[in-house]
């Protein structure tokens, strides 16, 4: 369409007509992602507090969220996938925009079948407040964001690679049944990970305590065939999975996306109709040398006081005071728990987890 022309009314017509084949391209294009995009739209929320979102509180225990030291950087973030449920959201996301990493995720375990890995998506609310809440494929809009308070998937593919490092979930999408999978494939839900730790002790680490809650929990470990059923219909498996920021803020990777330290999560079972509870936790060194990986468990109140101890910063600047569950759910029973876990993690060798 670039071609000169001698005649002017060839020349007008031409260009007329290269002005709307153009336009039907551009037309094709917005119609082709619209369809992928909506094809994987997933709704979330950017919320000033969990309480104001109904049903957001689901994944707390009590319905309370952990006491975390707020920064002026945290946005509390309701996710779901919308074509599933309007009405259920499936976990509850605290976000560092500074730091772009998730403090925790909180959510409930579910067991049940796989799902296709869908594509990875992005926060439009964090990048500005008055975009919608159906979630984006970052692919889609790598080039219409500045990326400033959250990590896109081209900081991952661009630097993780050449770094031994790979997308790590807090929500695992291994803890849910079918399609609700795909709400875990946000990047608000995702830390830079190495490569070994994520596929060994972490993963180890995520399969042994889901082996745990079945058991123990659910009352049905056994059962092999789908849909799962709990034998203890009123137990509820509540998880607060983060990660610990590098004390290095030269720990990151594409733009300024940073490498946490350690990984943790505390886990508590609560059935009320069996009046049982118990609670405990785990946590691992994300570290490149593989000698140092271990993954160990601990009861909850060593885990609060580790954290606190080893989040970045002081008092006055920004380390943590962390509390994870309202009256502790149980955490004196949760030590039988813990010697089981660390005998799945590591039989009988000593913890040499250590960054």
């Known amino acids: ?30 119609i082709l992602i619209s369809m992928i995009i909506k094809d994987e739209i997933v709704f979330s929320k950017v919320v000033q507090s969990f309480e104001s979102e109904p049903y957001c509180t689901d994944h707390f225990y009590r319905g309370i969220e952990p006491k975390f030291i707020q920064k002026p950087s945290y946005r509390r973030i309701c996710q779901t996938k919308e074509s599933i449920n309007t009405r259920k959201l499936f976990y509850a996301t605290l976000y560092d925009t500074k730091l772009k990493i998730p403090v925790y995720s909180a959510y409930t375990l579910e067991i049940g079948a796989s799902q296709k890995r869908p594509k990875w998506m992005v926060e439009p609310q964090l990048e500005n407040k008055t975009l919608g809440d159906d979630m984006v494929t970052s692919r889609s809009v790598n080039r219409l964001y500045e990326f400033k308070t959250q990590a896109s998937d081209q900081d991952y593919k661009a630097y993780g690679k050449i770094n031994f490092l790979t997308r790590g979930h807090l929500n695992p999408n291994a803890y849910h049944d079918g399609r609700e999978r795909i709400a875990t494939f946000s990047l608000t839900n995702i830390v830079p990970q190495y490569d070994k730790f994520n596929s060994g002790s972490w993963n180890k680490a995520e399969s042994a305590v889901k082996e745990i809650m079945a058991k123990y929990c659910f009352g049905n470990q056994e059962q092999r065939t789908l849909p799962y059923v709990k034998k203890y219909v009123n137990a509820e498996a509540y998880f607060i999975t983060g990660a610990i920021p590098s004390d290095h803020p030269s720990d990151v990777i594409g733009r300024n996306v940073t490498i946490p330290k350690m990984s943790f999560t505390a886990v508590c079972c609560t059935d009320p109709v069996r009046q049982k509870k118990f609670s405990f936790g785990f ?9 140092l990986q271990g993954t160990r468990a601990v009861d909850l109140f060593e885990l609060q006081d580790l954290l606190n101890k080893e989040w970045p910063g002081n008092k006055k600047n920004g380390a943590q005071d962390v509390w994870f569950f309202e009256d502790g759910c149980g955490a004196e029973d949760g030590l039988i728990y813990v010697n089981t876990m660390n005998r799945k993690l590591n039989g009988n060798r000593k913890f040499r987890g250590r960054y």
């Open 1 to 30: 369409c670039d071609q000169k022309q001698k005649s002017y009314s060839f020349s007008f017509l031409w260009h007329s007509f290269c002005i709307l084949k153009i336009g039907i391209k551009m037309l094709i294009s917005m």
């Open 283 to 291: 946590y691992g060194y994300n570290v490149r040398d593989t000698r």
